[in-house]
T-cell receptor, first 112, second 110 residues
Framework: DAKTTQPTSMDCAEGRAANLPCNHS???????VYWYRQIHSQGPQYIIH???NNETNEMASLIITEDRKSSTLILPHATLRDTAVYYC?????????????FGKGITLSVRP | DVKVTQSSRYLVKRTGEKVFLECVQD?????MFWYRQDPGLGLRLIYF???????EKGDIPEGYSVSREKKERFSLILESASTNQTSMYLC?????????FGEGSWLTVV
């Protein structure tokens, strides 16, 4: 699995868009970019994933650069409940995901 | 709704005790995982299993063992608990790359 790097922390104002970056320069052609988040004292929660094209769901949008070496998770209207640690990981989207490892993630603080 | 259930939310055990952390998933997933999480260290993989009776070491397997006798159940065992195993333990299962986590088990070893 490709290694990903994220800033340690960032903050944004409530109601504004939160743009969370992730670098995955060694990602292989068949690895997907996955985003998870972990709210304090809870298990991590799946947010979104993508391969090449940008993706959007009810929670967020995922923008992947054309060279696939980086991506950005966008929370369009951040709320206080979005304060969490966000993890970006690169995975093969097959039934053979074996050693799923997470980095330290980025801590997003949404301020009132 | 998908469900990963960890048997105990909070446990306090004594040094040297044998500790079992149980995890059950109801989604017929083949892959299951145990992680521990400590402040400043993120999620660290202890063991994973991709089939019944199969297990593979993660990044920090020392001091732990696992058991997967049935597809839906993955147990983490601390043979002789030590204070440095005080942590939050997270179980997960996955299909393809989508991982479903339990709520976590907070273990304190005194």
């Amino acid at each position: 699995d490709a290694k990903t790097t994220q800033p340690t922390s960032m903050d944004c104002a409530e109601g504004r868009a939160a743009n969370l970056p992730c670098n995955h320069s060694t990602i292989s052609g068949n690895e997907y970019v996955y985003w998870y988040r972990q709210i304090h004292s809870q298990g991590p929660q799946y947010i979104i994933h993508g391969l090449k094209n940008n993706e959007t769901n009810e929670m967020a949008s995922l923008i992947i650069t054309e060279d696939r070496k980086s991506s950005t998770l966008i929370l369009p209207h951040a709320t206080l409940r979005d304060t969490a640690v966000y993890y970006c990981i690169a995975l093969l989207d097959t039934g053979a995901n074996s050693k799923l490892t997470f980095g330290k993630g980025i801590t997003l603080s949404v301020r009132p | 709704d998908v469900k990963v259930t960890q048997s105990s939310r909070y446990l306090v055990k004594r040094t040297g005790e044998k500790v079992f952390l149980e995890c059950v998933q109801d989604m017929d997933h083949e892959n299951m995982f145990w992680y521990r999480q400590d402040p400043g260290l993120g999620l660290r993989l202890i063991y994973f299993s991709y089939d019944v009776k199969m297990k593979e070491k993660g990044d920090i397997p020392e001091g732990y063992s696992v058991s997967r006798e049935k597809k839906e159940r993955f147990s983490l065992i601390l043979e002789s608990a030590s204070t440095n195993q005080t942590s939050m333990y997270l179980c997960a299962s996955s299909i393809h790359g989508t991982i479903y986590f339990g709520e976590g088990s907070w273990l304190t070893v005194v």
